[in-house]
């Protein structure tokens, strides 16, 4: 090569000099040998998705059930990262999963699947599944419920310190 270098982030122009097939899509109906493999089967999901936040980089997964709010109130969510920076732990470290925004909670092996945790936090949801196979699950109150009773905040946070700690 001559040492000449182009760089583009122009749709327009991209599409005149990327010119080979990057990913070809076969449509459905199409013509062809295999037209009879195109019939779905039931099969399970292995490419399962969830809406998280955090990055799960120690895969500790917590779960809250929250139908009016996106993760949490702002005041719980706040709460909730101070608690984790109190741990020396950030979003970073976690998974924050709101169920009450699913049309039913996960079942227990895609939860494992996805975000393969070490310990499960159920922030006021409920789980129809109890610790096994060496994963530790702690089921306590929601983060608005701690914010208004100290008991509920203390047990927390003395149960939170030996799990994580």
């Known amino acids: 090569m001559n040492g000449f270098s182009l760089h583009t982030t122009d749709p327009t122009a991209l599409r005149y000099l990327m010119t080979e097939t990057i990913f070809g899509i076969e449509e459905p ?3 062809g040998p295999d037209q009879e493999a ?15 936040h955090g990055g799960n980089k120690r895969n500790l997964l917590f779960l809250t059930h929250e139908t009016q709010y ?20 950030s979003t970073d ?4 999963l709101n169920v009450g925004k699913l049309s039913e909670i996960p079942e ?3 939860l494992l ?7 499960v936090v159920a922030l006021g949801a409920s789980l129809p599944w ?25 047990l927390f946070w003395t149960t939170l310190k030996t799990l994580l700690g």
Do not use: C
């Open 38 to 52: 195109a019939v779905p089967t039931a099969t399970p999901n292995t490419s399962l998705q969830f809406a998280y």
């Open 108 to 110: 227990k092996s895609h």
């Open 29 to 31: 109906g199409a013509d």
């Open 130 to 154: 109890d610790e096994s196979d060496g994963l530790t699950v702690f089921k306590t109150y929601s983060f608005d419920e701690m914010l208004v009773d100290a008991e509920k905040k203390r």
């Open 70 to 89: 996106e993760w949490m109130s702002a005041a719980a969510l706040d709460a909730f990262t101070k608690t984790l920076a109190a741990l020396k732990l």
């Open 113 to 119: 699947a996805f975000f393969n945790p070490k310990v």
């Open 93 to 96: 470290d976690i998974a924050l």
